[in-house]
C-alpha cells in the first residue's frame, strides 16, 4: 500500500512504462486508472491514462489545483507545467543535483 492517497491534485510519478520516471498531476481516477496530465506532452484536454499500480504517489500534492478540479474549474496546461517544475527542482534539490 502507498503512503499517499492518490486523488486529484496529487504528483505522482510513473513507475512502468516508456514515460517510466515522468512526473504527472492526477487529473481524476476511475476504478483502477488515474487520468494524469503534465500540461506539456500530456495535456489536460488529453490526459494520459495509467493503472495506480503503475505510478507511485509523491508527497506533494497542490491544494490550488485539487480545490479546482474538486471545483470543475478551469485550468490551464501553464499551472501543471509550474507545479511540476517545482516539484521537479525540489526533487533535484534534495538528491544535491544542481
Given amino acids: 500500500m502507498e503512503p499517499y492517497s492518490i486523488g486529484p491534485g496529487r504528483a505522482v510519478i510513473s513507475r512502468m512504462g516508456r514515460d517510466k520516471g515522468n512526473i504527472y498531476i492526477v487529473c481524476a481516477v476511475e476504478g483502477d486508472f488515474v487520468l494524469a496530465a503534465d500540461g506539456n506532452k500530456r495535456p489536460l484536454a488529453k490526459p494520459k ?3 495506480i499500480k503503475h505510478i507511485k504517489p509523491l508527497s506533494d500534492i497542490s491544494q490550488t489545483l485539487a480545490e479546482k478540479f ?3 474549474k478551469k485550468i490551464h496546461d501553464t499551472e501543471l507545467k509550474a ?3 517545482r516539484i521537479e527542482a525540489a526533487r533535484a534539490a534534495a ?3 544542481s
Fill in 49 to 51: 491514462r495509467k493503472r
Fill in 70 to 72: 474538486r471545483d470543475g
Fill in 95 to 97: 538528491c544535491g543535483d
Fill in 83 to 85: 507545479v511540476i517544475k
